[in-house]
């Protein structure tokens, strides 16, 4: 009678059997703090800004907060909805921009490099290289809910689509004369295109499902520059959180009264 060999234990062929947590002895854990920091930074501010529902929209000088754009209820400022509105007025739960803030943020959430960052600084899966994390499994994003990640190739679509939107917003701001406000508003949308098109997802759908660039020089031109932009795309990730902020920030105070807006050409 032959005997059946026993299952294989995977967590003891994979893992490395250490009474303590980690042997590294440098602050391993100041990045993942300060990324925790950033992104609570921010989710707090943009939580706060978005149901506010006011002083989003600068008339005058045709100041619309990305965070509103575009602007979809029925009470949006009048002048702000520049592609119209749905036929109700929005609870204060709602959001104005309804319909591209969910697809902002699921973009942002599926991101590779927010991926990274948030699975370390809060999943702690794991919190860094060589540190062991807490859960006693590891399923990666081969099962739900992890496996939704898989639908950011789609989301990168609709914000190209969002992009579009806000460089609208940029270009309707500064066809009403230039002012600082504008200038803002065009550096904003350009760091945002600076991350859209540095998503992996880009540079996939530029240089991907290929077996050689030599029959394509056109995608090859484009995939080296994407490629040039993707290596950079952590950096863009980081700086458009903030400029969106600023952004904001400066549209809340000029819609508020509580600055002017300096104006350089009429
Ligand atoms: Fe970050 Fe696509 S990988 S936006």
């Known amino acids: 009678m032959t005997e059946t060999a026993p299952p294989p234990d995977r967590s003891r062929r994979t893992r490395a059997r250490l009474a303590a947590r980690t042997l590294r002895t440098d602050r391993w854990w100041v990045g993942p703090l300060l990324t925790a920091l950033g992104l609570a930074a921010f989710v707090g501010y943009a939580t706060v800004r978005v149901f506010q529902q006011d002083h989003y929209w600068v008339p005058e000088y045709h100041y619309l907060t ?18 119209g509105t749905l036929p109700w007025v929005f609870p204060w739960f709602l959001p104005y921009a309804l319909v591209s803030l969910p697809f902002l943020l699921l973009f942002r959430f599926t991101c590779y490099y927010y991926r990274k960052a948030y699975y370390r600084a809060f999943w702690q899966s794991p919190p860094a290289c060589a540190v062991r994390e807490p859960h006693a499994g590891y399923t990666g994003e081969s099962r739900l809910p ?4 898989n639908l950011h190739r789609y989301f990168f679509y609709v914000a190209v689509l969002i992009s579009l939107v806000n460089t609208y917003d940029a270009a309707a ?24 098109l540095s998503c992996h997802s880009c540079r ?11 029959k394509h020089p056109l ?11 993707n290596s950079r795309h952590m950096l863009f990730a980081w700086i458009t959180l903030g400029t969106l902020v600023l952004t904001d920030m400066y549209v809340l105070l000029v819609s508020s009264g509580t600055i002017a807006d300096p104006r350089i050409l009429h």
Not at 204 to 214: A, M
Not at 219 to 229: G, H, I
Request: aromatic fraction near 14%.
């Open 146 to 149: 992890l496996l939704g990640q």
């Open 204 to 214: 996939h759908v530029i240089g991907g499902r290929l077996r050689s660039f030599r």
């Open 219 to 229: 995608r090859y031109r484009l995939w080296t520059w994407v490629s040039a932009l």
């Open 173 to 196: 701001a500064l066809a009403h004369g230039v002012g600082l406000g504008g200038l803002i508003l065009l550096a904003n949308v350009v760091l945002l295109w600076c991350y859209t």
């Open 66 to 83: 990305p965070f509103y754009s575009p602007c979809l209820s029925a009470s949006c400022a009048p002048g702000s909805a520049v592609f």
